[in-house]
């Protein structure tokens, strides 16, 4: 199934489902403390149904979605969350697909091995010098992505990983979500190590990468089904900057969360004309 929307009205969220039922297509509801997510069940009908939804969120109070629900005798019910709605893991589930649960897992791994000892840093950590750069050891510009040095440090990480890159892949695919991952870590390492060396680490470089992508595809193709609120945006920007003049009391990655940033709003402005599959 593929998210079509999040809503924090319940009735409202039953109503465009209802509607959308009328039109032949069919979606279902669960409940987050997000709100209540609007799931397709036919992914055929996913371009008719982003139409449907970006007319929704226009006049969401038109009469023909409550008549929908008149119609289909639910007008007055209540949406019964303990039936048909999921426990918080598979709401988690069903905004994560396999490769953003792969990462996640490994990244916990990772730190767990770190934090009982294990020398996994030295395995996956760049290159230490200029003249290794051409050897066999060809992970290394990507692996320090894996890498976090505090549980703050990984929460933060993952949770934005989770939602960016859930949302990547769900709308389009575990694909687009590999290339972004892989491009996202390996460019952004390679700058930082030129401004700090090799001992650093963390998943915020792609994290940039999946935001700047996300901004850019929602900006340019709304209908590819991204979605970057405005809010969010400017909360990591401002991150950024305040990175930059060493205000947020740690060391942070400030050229991998820059670097990261512009190679997702270039893959965005690239894949602008990419039809959602």
């Avoid at 190590?193 to 709304?222: D, E, H, I, K, N």
């Amino acid at each position: 199934m593929i998210q079509l929307l999040v809503l924090g009205d319940a009735r409202m969220a039953q109503a465009l489902v209802d509607y959308l039922a009328t039109l032949g297509i069919p979606c279902e509801l669960t409940q987050s403390e997000l709100g209540v997510s609007v799931w397709l069940a036919d992914e055929l009908r996913l371009a008719q149904a982003q139409q449907e939804v970006k007319r929704f969120l226009a006049e969401p109070n038109h009469p023909r979605y409550m008549e929908a629900s008149w119609q289909s005798g639910r007008a007055d019910a209540r949406i019964d969350y303990s039936k048909g709605m999921t426990d918080p893991v598979t709401d988690f589930l069903h905004q994560a697909g396999p490769l953003t649960l792969v990462v996640i897992i490994a990244c916990l791994a990772i730190y767990a091995l770190d934090a009982i000892g294990l020398p996994i840093f030295d395995e996956l950590a760049f290159h230490p010098t200029l003249a290794q750069f051409t050897d066999w050891q060809a992970w290394r510009y990507v692996t320090p992505a894996f890498i976090h040095f505090s549980v703050l440090h990984l929460v933060f990480n993952l949770l934005w990983w989770w939602y960016l890159g859930g949302q990547i892949e769900q709308r389009l695919g575990s694909g687009k979500l590999f290339i972004l991952l892989l491009v996202g870590a390996a460019l952004p390492n390679i700058a930082e190590f030129f401004v700090s060396g090799p001992r650093f680490g963390g998943l915020s470089g792609v994290v940039y990468a999946l935001l700047g992508y996300s901004w850019m595809r929602a900006r340019l193709q709304p209908a590819c089904g991204l979605t970057m609120p405005p809010a969010l945006m400017g909360f990591m920007l401002i991150w950024l900057v305040l990175g930059f003049f060493d205000m947020l009391g740690t060391p942070t990655a400030n050229m991998a969360h820059l670097i990261g940033l512009l190679v997702g709003l270039l893959q965005g402005w690239l894949d602008r004309h990419h039809r959602p599959t």
